[in-house]
């Protein structure tokens, strides 16, 4: 399977710890993108890289969110002291720089903090 | 007023159905439309992209955009049981995606 993929699927956490996710994206796909996505809502962007340099993030993503990309291959998020609010599907995606606009996704973590 | 905005339904139509799928957008400067399809508990999936205004087909599936009005629709004929999935209509904004929230489609046997 070439596509884009994520692990874990699911996560289940407590309140203040931290957790990590990975995605590895298309092999040839230079650009990697993070989404949330909130039941009932559509995903919203989060941050993206170009290679291993991290270019935009968006306002949702707190003090305590972190993203890398140290190789430019995979990608890690890392979320600290975890809140109630921070349940929801963590979705990657990547695409070439050159067809930013067709963007492939991976199945997604689910994360439930309790 | 958001981006992009999207009834979230659920639709519920008879296997066979003829489905159309709608969203409204507000900034008149997007040129590129797209559709995913997401099954539940797994990631959007590339249905279809658009440009400009006018019809793409593809198989039972048309995506058609209407500029003047900001209005975007997919339609699906003869649906099946296995459409039933939620549709995302998606517009690209500076280096990201901006998605509707999407509507549910249920298409029953």
């Known amino acids: 399977d070439t596509g884009v993929s994520q692990n874990p699927r699911h996560k289940i956490t407590k309140r203040g710890q931290n957790v990590t996710f990975r995605c590895d994206p298309i092999?040839?796909?230079?650009?990697l993108y993070w989404y949330r996505q909130t039941l009932g809502q559509g995903p919203e962007f989060l941050t993206y890289f170009q290679n291993e340099a991290q270019l935009e993030k968006s306002r949702l993503l707190s003090d305590r969110f972190s993203a890398e990309r140290p190789k430019g291959s995979f990608s890690t998020l890392e979320i600290q002291r975890t809140e109630q609010g921070d349940s929801a599907m963590y979705l990657c995606?990547?695409?070439?720089?050159?067809?930013?606009?067709?963007?492939?996704f991976g199945p997604g973590t689910r994360l439930t903090v309790l | 007023q958001k981006e992009v905005e999207q009834d979230p339904g659920p639709l519920s139509v008879p296997e066979g159905a003829i489905v159309s799928l709608n969203c409204t957008y507000s900034?008149?400067?997007?040129?590129?439309f797209m559709w995913y399809r997401q099954y539940s508990r797994k990631g959007p999936e590339l249905l279809m992209y658009?440009?400009?205004?006018g019809n793409k087909e593809d198989g039972r599936f048309t995506a058609q955009v209407d500029k003047s009005s900001k209005y975007i629709s997919l339609f699906i004929r003869d649906s099946q049981p296995s459409d039933s999935a939620t549709y995302l209509c998606?517009?690209?904004?500076?280096?990201?995606?901006?998605f509707g929230t999407g509507t549910r489609l249920l298409v029953s046997p």
């Open positions: 658009t440009y400009s205004s």
């Open positions: 900034n008149s400067a997007f040129q590129y």
């Open positions: 092999s040839e796909h230079n650009r």
């Open positions: 995606a990547s695409s070439l720089a050159s067809r930013e606009n067709t963007q492939y």
């Open positions: 998606a517009i690209p904004g500076f280096q990201k995606l901006v």
